[in-house]
């Protein structure tokens, strides 16, 4: 598969509104809309006091502000050019990588876009609270240009450039605009912020690393019986949950699923070449 093809698994499977970005749209739509029902232009709603991010000392920070100010905007054109930031690069992400992989990648860098704010924050000063999607959506932007990097953008509907040029040109500027702006308004240090926790999330990924993985095997340790001591003279001691049945070779339509399984949960990235090669021989089977 060619980076300048999309997701396209046994000649199916890309969407145009994959799971978690329809669900990030409808979520995001509605607190819009439901702040500005209740509360018109008042900015120091309830709402924003309790979940937009605020400064570590102002008093008013709480850690679940790291999530929940991803999901508020300050204004129609601030949500606009977020969602379809999102839709656009966000897509052929999820389709290739997975919807769970792609739900990661969107909270670690909106977190991260936020810890890294804070932290300027605390080292200018300021005290004003912070909004939108935008350190994710830049995240997301990074991880297109890294994972389809010849893809043609044209930037304003005019100039063709290819994706990785596109990124580095928005990250300079995010740059620039942070160093000598800082009073802007914006938060181009979140932008930068989401940028870098991805750049560390796909570097991670890349040399087979699995958040989910280190996940299963600490919660194991947590739940796994003690190991069995060897009484003295070292005779074997036999583990009461040590495993007796042999295991049932598995059928075509059962490593079927279990492939299935897998690209629903990774992403056809995911795959291994042996499992690739399957799905290759069972499509022409069929």
Avoid at 34 to 46: A, V
Avoid at 70 to 77: E, P, W
Avoid at 177 to 202: E, K, P, V
Avoid at 238 to 254: G, L, R
Wanted: hydrophobic share 45%.
């Amino acid at each position: 598969m060619s980076f300048q093809d999309p997701y396209n698994p046994m000649g199916g499977g890309f969407t145009y509104m994959p799971p978690v970005i329809k669900n990030l749209l409808i979520i995001n739509v509605i607190v819009f809309l439901l702040t500005y029902i209740l509360f018109g232009e008042n900015s120091n709603n309830f709402l924003t006091v309790y979940f937009a991010l605020w400064p570590l000392d102002s008093g008013l920070f709480m850690p679940w502000q790291l999530v929940t100010y991803m999901f508020m905007h300050g204004g129609f054109f601030h949500i606009l050019f977020n969602m379809i930031g999102l839709w656009m690069f966000g897509v052929e992400l999820e389709n290739y990588w997975g919807s769970k992989r792609f739900l990661t990648y969107y909270m670690v860098t909106g977190i991260g876009a936020g810890v890294l704010h804070l932290g300027i924050q605390m080292l200018e000063g300021s005290g004003a609270p912070t909004v939108g999607a935008s350190g994710s959506v830049y995240g997301i932007l990074l991880a297109f240009g890294m994972m389809f990097p010849n893809r043609i953008i044209f930037v304003s509907l005019l100039i063709p450039m290819p994706a990785k040029y596109f990124v580095l040109i928005y990250g300079g500027i995010e740059l620039f605009s942070g160093l000598t702006r800082a009073n802007s308004g914006i938060a181009h240090f979140a932008h930068l912020g989401g940028m870098i926790f991805g750049f560390i999330m796909i570097k991670y990924w890349q040399k087979g690393g699995d958040f989910g993985r280190l996940w299963k095997k600490f919660t194991n340790s947590l739940n796994s019986p003690p190991a069995a001591k060897a009484p003295p003279g070292g005779a074997k001691v036999y583990d009461f949950y040590e495993e007796t049945k042999t295991a049932k070779p598995q059928t075509e339509s059962q490593r079927l699923d279990e492939i299935l399984d897998k690209i629903a949960d990774k992403g056809y990235a995911g795959l291994t070449a042996e499992e690739k090669d399957f799905l290759f021989t069972y499509s022409k089977k069929k």
